[in-house]
C-alpha cells in the first residue's frame, strides 16, 4: 500500500536558519504530494502541492519539488521565522486509491526560537 | 468567522461510555470527513460523506458511527468508547469529494479512561 515517511522530529532551528524536512514516499500508481502544516491549536492547512514529476510547490517561501527518481517531496525554507513553528506533515494522493483518500506521514514538530 | 466548527473541545469519557461529537460548516461544502490525529501518526479518515444523505467508512471505522444531519452537519458517535479511542479528532469539508482541499475545525481532543 501507500505509505509517507518523513524525517522524525522535533527540529529545533534559530530564527533565520535554513529548514530541510524530509519526506519520502511509496505509491503503486503517480501520486500527487502535498505538505500539510499544523499551527498550534489549530487544524491543519495545505501549505503546496506538486501533482506531477518535476513539479515545484511553494506557498509563504517555502519549496518542494516532485523527485520521481527519488520519490522525495522535501521541504525547504531559506529563512525561517518564530511564527513558522508548528507541525508539518508530508502527504499523498494516489488517484489509484481513489480521490477522497490521502496518505499522511508522522508529522515534524518545528520549533523555531528567536 | 467562516468555516468548520466542532464541539466540544475536550471531553473526558469513561470506559464504555458513549457520546457524540459534532461538526457544522457554514461554506455551503457538500463534502465531509473525520480524521483522528494520534500521537506520532498522520490523520486518519474514520468517516465521510460525499454529500448529504451520504456516508462511508474511512480507514479507521470500527467503533464509530456517524450521521450526515443536513448539508452543514456531520456527527461522529462513539458508541461504548475504549482507551484505545483516546485521539484528537478533526473534522473537515470540501466543495466536493477532494480532502486536499479540505477545511478542517480546531479538532476536539477525547481522553477515555
Known amino acids: 500500500g501507500d505509505s509517507v515517511t518523513q524525517m522524525e522530529g522535533p527540529v529545533t532551528l534559530s530564527e533565520e536558519a535554513f529548514l530541510t524536512i524530509n519526506c519520502t514516499y511509496t505509491?503503486?500508481?503517480?501520486?500527487?504530494l502535498f505538505w500539510y502544516v499544523q499551527y498550534p491549536g489549530e487544524g491543519l492547512q495545505l501549505l503546496l502541492k506538486?501533482?506531477?514529476?518535476?513539479d515545484k510547490g511553494s506557498n509563504k517561501g517555502f519549496e518542494a519539488t516532485y523527485r520521481k527518481e527519488t520519490t522525495s517531496f522535501h521541504l525547504e525554507k531559506g529563512s525561517v521565522q518564530v511564527s513558522d513553528s508548528a507541525v508539518y506533515f508530508c502527504a499523498l494522493s494516489d488517484s489509484g486509491a481513489g480521490s477522497y483518500q490521502l496518505t499522511f506521514g508522522k508529522g515534524t514538530k518545528l520549533s523555531v526560537i528567536p | 468567522n467562516a468555516g468548520v466548527t466542532q464541539t466540544p473541545k475536550f471531553q473526558v469519557l469513561k470506559t464504555g461510555q458513549s457520546m457524540t461529537l459534532q461538526c457544522a460548516q457554514d461554506?455551503?461544502?457538500?463534502?465531509m470527513y473525520w480524521y483522528r490525529q494520534d500521537p506520532g501518526m498522520g490523520l486518519r479518515l474514520i468517516y465521510y460523506?460525499?454529500?448529504?444523505?451520504?456516508?462511508d467508512k474511512g480507514e479507521v471505522p470500527n467503533g464509530y458511527n456517524v450521521s450526515r444531519l443536513n448539508k452543514r452537519e456531520f456527527s461522529l458517535r462513539l458508541e461504548s468508547a475504549a482507551p484505545s479511542q483516546t485521539s484528537v479528532y478533526f473534522c473537515?469539508?470540501?466543495?466536493?469529494?477532494?480532502?486536499?482541499?479540505?477545511?478542517f475545525g480546531q479538532g476536539t481532543r477525547l481522553t477515555v479512561v
Open positions: 506538486a501533482t506531477k514529476a518535476d
Open positions: 473537515a469539508s470540501s466543495e466536493a469529494l477532494y480532502p486536499i482541499l479540505a477545511f
Open positions: 461554506m455551503n461544502h457538500n463534502s
Open positions: 460523506s460525499a454529500s448529504e444523505g451520504t456516508t
Open positions: 505509491a503503486t500508481g503517480y501520486p500527487s
